[in-house]
């Protein structure tokens, strides 16, 4: 196998991004840095580790430009559509930092007589986030920030398709000042090095988004290693279901354009319309004229609304 993570770009078939692959000891020695660094970490009190992802987030959003366009590079999103990522992030963000403090605070079991009865919530320990390229930053928000928030360590594994947005996560945390150890980038290639790193006894927990086929190793992993936690969000795509009640231009032109953003990449991208038969025809001329209405160009460009899907593959 090389020893380089070669990225291939869909916007132009060049090599974008190439990075050397982390050999088994480096793995190690990230498993063995967040270890101690969470040793550490759990105990610094959550208004202060608030402080830090707040810094953190602000250093993400201070860079929004160049990570939209880094998006539209690495997997081919349309950069009238990548800055909405970064604004997804923020939010998303912000939110699980506001209500960090209520989350994890005590919970009263109930009185007893000569007893205080509560239920406290302690961090797992080392948290492995395995991200995909499709949302990347969206996706690997939802495990990586409440983990760090909650006094856990975090080893991010991000697709070979986007390595750079972890690379843009540690330049972040740096710049909060995070502690060394507590968030840690392992490049790697493909189901091989998500296997090798899910299957270590150092990880207490595994945030997976992807297939269901893997998200099922997932789970199969944690039980042939030591029974850590597994939290999957998989892919499913649901349809939109339009009854008689409805505004149906308006519906059938926003079922069109969530089906086709990011050129279909989407988990919850709706493929599916179920109308009354009665209204088929009428419903099949507004989605012909809502696709009719898309346009099909460089994801570089402003107007364009669909470009490349991610590869060949």
Known sequence: MSSTQKTTSPVDGRIYVERPLATDAQLQQSMERARTAQAKWKRVPLAERIAFVNRFIDAFVSRKEKIAEEITWQMGRPISQSPGEVRGFEERARYMVSIAAQSLADIDAGPKQGFRRFIRREPLGVVLVLAPWNYPYLTSVNSMVPAILAGNAVILKHSNQTPLCAERFAECFKEAGLPEGVFNVVPGFGHEAGEALALHMDVDAIGFTGSTRVGRKMLEYAGRSNLKRVYNELGGKSANILLDDVDFAA??????????????????????????????????????????????????????DLGPVVSKA
């Open 251 to 304: 519906a059938v032109a926003a079922g069109v354009a969530a089906c086709m953003r990011n050129s279909g990449q989407s988990c919850n991208a709706p493929t599916r319309l179920l109308v009354p038969a009665d209204r088929m025809g009428e419903v099949s001329a507004l989605a012909r004229a809502a696709v009719a209405g898309l346009k099909v160009g460089d994801p570089k460009a402003p107007g364009t």
